[in-house]
């Protein structure tokens, strides 16, 4: 069946660096979509990324689709302690199963 | 702002038990879907229902789960004998659409089963 990889796990970083995130699929998806989630919440809606190569911006985190619709990434630029949070990709391939990634859980130091 | 509801956010059961989890989707959304996560763990798809019907299941989904959107508004998660790997938390969620459309979630019910 289809999988989503996701790395990495943890990522700890002093506010004001960068956080980058990768998420990798075993099929070619439909589209991808990422959500966040904070301690003891549940999975927030962020973005969808449909079209091969899609770029989109959301103030301070970027979001990638790859060429080949297989890998995604999420970038923040200039970590706040509000980021704090596991961030999932998840996968459309065919119908409207969403394979969630393992997660990456960032913190913030501040 | 719409949201997706859940009640009992927290159940404690024993094992052998069955539970019944509800969820109350967004009112103009026409699939809805529950997914569990274990504790520390990736969220794991289960099931996703339209049109009064299963529209998708995953491997986990077995006899012992079922789905059932009794009124025009609560959509329930049925587990029949409870396993103590039952334990998870299970969020509801709800989309306006099926393909590539947000997936509102829920808060969660948290199952323990003793």
């Known amino acids: 069946g289809q999988q989503v990889m996701q790395i990495p796990q943890y990522q700890h970083v002093q506010e004001g660096e960068d956080f980058t995130t990768y998420c990798n699929s075993s099929?070619?998806?439909?589209?991808i979509q990422w959500y966040k989630q904070r301690p003891g919440g549940h999975p927030v809606f962020l973005i969808q990324l449909v079209k091969s190569g899609e770029v989109k911006k959301q103030k301070r985190l970027t979001f990638q689709f790859g060429e080949a619709k297989k890998n995604s990434s999420l970038h923040i630029t200039a970590t706040q302690t509000t980021d704090v949070g596991t961030y999932f990709c998840a996968g459309e391939s065919s119908g409207s199963r969403l394979t969630f990634g393992e997660g990456t859980q960032l913190t913030v130091n501040p | 702002e719409p949201e997706v509801t859940q009640t009992p956010s927290h159940q404690v059961t024993q094992m052998g038990q069955e539970v019944i989890l509800r969820c109350v989707p967004i009112?103009?959304?026409?699939?809805f879907y529950w997914y569990r996560q274990i504790l520390g763990q990736k969220v794991e798809f289960l099931v996703s229902?339209?049109?009064?019907?299963?529209?998708?299941k995953s491997e986990i989904f077995d006899d012992q789960f079922s789905v059932e959107r009794p009124d025009g508004s609560n959509f329930t998660l049925k587990i029949r004998s409870t396993k103590l790997e039952d334990s998870a938390m299970y969020f509801c969620a709800s989309s306006l659409t099926s393909q590539y459309n947000e997936q509102f979630f829920g808060p969660g019910t948290r199952l323990t089963v003793l």
């Open positions: 099929t070619t998806l439909s589209n």
């Open positions: 009112s103009n959304h026409l699939y």
């Open positions: 229902f339209y049109n009064n019907e299963i529209s998708e």
